[in-house]
């Protein structure tokens, strides 16, 4: 839960920016502590509904009830999401682990004046050997917080983790986010089902998740597109590392560019994967950003061949899932294509959601089959 600068009446003593205050309403009956910053629009981020006396303690529970339940989905993994920020009851604080290294994004205040209790528990409790930040640094600038990235503990160094079933080597030095998208992981598996002797291409592939997951399916063929060289490199590395031998393509290219030269020569796939990064990074881009994605799939549809399949993901947690499907509903129509929505689905099981907070669900995955 978020208090509002706009939302609070008065505020008793003089509380500094992180700071753990409790939290009043007109009544003066207690509704939990939350840690306080002047200084931003979301001045209290409510961390629990019961006075916090015991810091450390009170995290090490929540970081122990956040293991557990990725204990119960991915029992032989050791690499996911341990932390989902506000979907964890840990507002501000995203912490994925990679087998003993452990990488943080920090967005409150709070989180981010009390890393050595966060860093202690993570070496205790769950054996870190290394602990680094890595930031977007538009969300550190709301807060107010320094956008630098540090390291707390161990070193900065290259991983193998494992995703269930196969294998990703992971550069922290040079990928985005904080190293590996394990939000599309349970979506991955799932387009397996679908793409038996089929040629897949994985657009936006970046180290090449859903590519990999088709070659293991069995597909006849995969073509790796992104536009960065390093993730390029990236998908053809972990190709190699997981022994596949199908005929694969890895191409350097901005998609829409490639896209459209497949339309130009009546190029098409059997499965098409578009997994673009976030259009909307604010609520004011949201116009522009609408346009973006229905000119992505409206291509990728132009691509997919009758009765193939289109996958679409979008990130952009102020586009609604209703707002997706007409906006691939409406890229259907302008290529003159009828579509079937077969599968539906959010991020994977480590990004648990608050259905009392819209926020913590952005991810939206749909599965279109293109009818003839």
């Not at 629009?41 to 339940?69: M, Y």
């Amino acid at each position: 839960m978020w208090i509002f600068s706009n939302e609070i009446e008065k505020i008793s003593g003089q509380p500094s920016n992180g700071d753990i205050v409790n939290i009043y309403n007109w009544k003066e009956n207690f509704l939990g502590a939350a840690f306080f910053n002047k200084n931003s629009l979301i001045s209290g981020r409510i961390i629990s509904k019961n006075p916090v006396t015991d810091l450390k303690e009170f995290f090490t529970e929540r970081f122990l009830q956040a293991q557990r339940l990725r204990n119960e989905f991915y029992p032989h993994r050791n690499s996911f999401r341990l932390i989902f920020s506000e979907g964890d009851l840990l507002p501000g604080l995203v912490i994925d682990k990679y087998n003993n290294t452990f990488v943080l994004q920090v967005y409150s205040y709070g989180m981010n004046a009390n890393l050595n209790i966060i860093c202690e528990i993570l070496k205790e409790k769950f054996s870190a050997e290394n602990i680094f930040t890595k930031n977007e640094p538009y969300f550190r600038t709301l807060e107010g917080l320094p956008v630098e990235d540090e390291v707390l503990y161990g070193k900065i160094s290259e991983e193998v983790i494992d995703d269930g079933s196969l294998k990703f080597r992971i550069n922290f030095q040079s990928a985005h986010k904080t190293g590996f998208y394990f939000d599309q992981t349970d979506n991955r598996f799932f387009i397996e089902r679908l793409v038996k002797d089929k040629s897949v291409l994985d657009a936006f592939c970046n180290s090449g998740g859903f590519g990999l997951h088709s070659a293991k399916a069995g597909a006849a063929s995969v073509t790796f597109v992104d536009s960065s060289a390093e993730e390029i490199n990236n998908a053809r590395y972990n190709y190699s590392l997981n022994n596949f031998n199908q005929p694969a393509e890895f191409i350097d290219a901005d998609v829409f560019d490639y896209l459209e030269k497949c339309i130009t020569e009546n190029k098409k796939f059997d499965v098409v994967i578009i997994d673009p990064p976030a259009f909307a990074k604010s609520k004011k881009n949201l116009p522009q950003a609408k346009k973006g994605y229905e000119k992505l799939n409206r291509l990728a549809l132009q691509v997919t061949a009758e009765n193939g399949f289109l996958v679409t993901s979008s990130c952009s947690h102020h586009l609604s899932k209703e707002e997706f499907i007409q906006i691939i509903n409406n890229a259907a129509q302008k290529t003159g294509s009828a579509v079937q929505l077969n599968h539906f689905n959010t991020a994977s099981f480590d990004h648990p959601e608050l259905p009392a907070m819209k926020e913590t669900s952005y991810l939206k995955f749909a599965v279109v089959r293109k009818l003839q």
